[in-house]
T-cell receptor, first 117, second 113 residues
Framework: GAVVSQHPSWVICKSGTSVKIECRSL??????MFWYRQFPKQSLMLMAT?????????EQGVEKDKFLINHASLTLSTLTVTSAHPEDSSFYIC?????????????FGAGSRLTVL | AQTVTQSQPEMSVQEAETVTLSCTYD???????LFWYKQPPSRQMILVIR??????QNATENRFSVNFQKAAKSFSLKISDSQLGDTAMYFC??????????FGQGTELSVKP
């Protein structure tokens, strides 16, 4: 079945630095990928929709200059947390939908845990 | 606005018994999909079951089945013969145009031996 790889699975960084998280669809092409954020014991909150070859669409309240999304190919989307602060510490999850899929099923990555010191 | 509501933060069930998780949603779309996802301690999201809104028949996947009440905008998940491996967070979600999923708050299910 479809597999989405997310890297790194765990990252610690210093306050003020930037961190990049990669989301790859391994065996299918994805024109659209989604980035979610999840705090402990809470639900997944959609941050943005990543569109291959165009600008990402951000949800209300998400700072696009802080959370930079690039979807340069049909198999890769990246999320860069710029000038990270401790409040950005969270679990970030990406998901992707296969181009040819008519079932509207998203495949999720395993997530990336970000800790900002 | 599209919303999904899960009113049971925590549930527990004895192994081998049946449990039902509740979910209500609100949407203005005519054609949509509903999902239940499982998130075990590993945090990996796993699709449990999917329902297409235009289908009247309730979806079933082995021990998992749904009770889809379209008029009431209700979409509950029934787990039969509960197993220890069913212990996880369960999220109800609705799918909308553009492909994005909107999730409910989640229900933490504990299966007790």
């Amino acid at each position: 079945g479809a597999v989405v790889s997310q890297h790194p699975s765990w990252v610690i960084c210093k306050s003020g630095t930037s961190v990049k998280i990669e989301c790859r669809s391994l065996d299918f092409q994805a024109t659209t990928m989604f980035w979610y954020r999840q705090f402990p014991k809470q639900s997944l909150m959609l941050m943005a929709t990543s569109n291959e070859g165009s600008k990402a669409t951000y949800e209300q309240g998400v700072e696009k200059d802080k959370f930079l999304i690039n979807h340069a190919s049909l198999t890769l989307s990246t999320l860069t947390v710029t000038s990270a602060h401790p409040e950005d510490s969270s679990f970030y999850i990406c998901s992707a939908r296969e181009v040819t899929s008519g079932a509207n099923v998203l495949t999720f990555g395993a997530g990336s845990r970000l800790t900002v010191l | 606005a599209q919303t999904v509501t899960q009113s049971q933060p925590e549930m527990s069930v004895q192994e081998a018994e049946t449990v039902t998780l509740s979910c209500t949603y609100d949407t203005s779309e005519n054609n949509y999909y509903l999902f239940w996802y499982k998130q075990p301690p590993s945090r990996q999201m796993i699709l449990v079951i999917r329902q297409e809104a235009y289908k009247q028949q309730n979806a079933t996947e082995n021990r998992f089945s749904v009770n889809f009440q379209k008029a009431a905008k209700s979409f509950s998940l029934k787990i039969s013969d509960s197993q220890l491996g069913d212990t996880a967070m369960y999220f109800c979600a609705s799918h909308h145009q553009g492909g994005k999923l909107i999730f409910g708050q989640g229900t933490e299910l504990s299966v007790k031996p």
